[in-house]
């Protein structure tokens, strides 16, 4: 079985500092991982997926993770955060092997930029 | 680009109610997902779909709910008797086994239960 585990959940960053969002996971098999952010009221936003090769993966809204397999994590970056950044974000996995893509969450974590 | 729509957005109904939420899939995938989000928590799978037949089920998806497609198009999730507890944010997603692409998710349905 697959676990995800986000280990902060509530950041608070002033606009304009880095941020790094921590997800790790738990899986018997190969894994798909992802980041999605949640904006109040709103659904559910693909930022950046790692499907395979390189490590570092760049999404949108200038956030970046890196997997790294060897500590089964997935950190989730961005060097200089604005307000409009404020929002859930939430790690995700699926099994690379098979067709049923269905995601494992983590718990979420609300990211609060503040002036 | 393609989307998944979802209607109705909010749905209020009294406890004890059948409700179903409806999910138009992207034309050519085949897969199809429920998620489910309770106020403030995680999201959870519910149930996938494939080939007219559910493919997996998590603990969640008891005999209270059901999951169809009707017509060829829409793709519905049923709860046939809603408890207090059902209140939550519902998401369809879907994706194309023959690619490794992540799935796509509709807004969702924000269901009320009175």
């Known amino acids: 079985a697959q676990s995800v585990t986000q280990l902060d959940s509530q950041v608070p960053v002033f606009e304009e500092a880095p941020v790094e969002l921590r997800c790790n996971y738990s899986?018997?098999?190969?894994?798909?991982l992802f980041w999605y952010v949640q904006y109040p009221n709103q659904g559910l936003q693909l930022l950046l997926k790692y499907l395979s090769g390189s490590t570092l993966v760049k999404g949108i809204n200038g956030f970046e993770a890196e997997f790294n397999k060897s500590q089964t994590s997935f950190h989730l970056r961005k060097p200089s955060v604005h307000i409009s950044d404020t929002a859930e974000y939430f790690c995700?996995?699926?099994?690379?092997?098979?067709?049923?893509?269905?995601?494992?969450w983590g718990l979420g974590t609300s990211l609060a930029v503040n002036p | 680009e393609p989307e998944v729509t979802q209607t109705p957005s909010h749905q209020v109904t009294q406890m004890g109610q059948e409700v179903i939420l409806r999910c138009v899939p992207i034309s050519n995938h085949l897969y199809f997902y429920w998620y489910r989000q309770i106020l403030g928590q995680k999201v959870e799978f519910l149930v996938s779909f494939y080939n007219n037949e559910i493919s997996e089920k998590s603990e969640i998806f008891d005999d209270q709910f059901s999951v169809e497609r009707p017509d060829g198009s829409n793709f519905t999730l049923k709860i046939r008797s809603t408890k207090l507890e059902d209140s939550a944010m519902y998401f369809c997603?879907?994706?194309?086994?023959?690619?490794?692409?992540?799935?796509?998710f509709g807004d969702g349905t924000r269901l009320s239960i009175l």
């Open positions: 899986s018997s098999v190969s894994v798909y």
């Open positions: 995700a996995v699926s099994d690379m092997d098979g067709n049923n893509r269905k995601l494992i």
């Open positions: 997603a879907t994706s194309d086994p023959r690619s490794n692409q992540p799935q796509h």
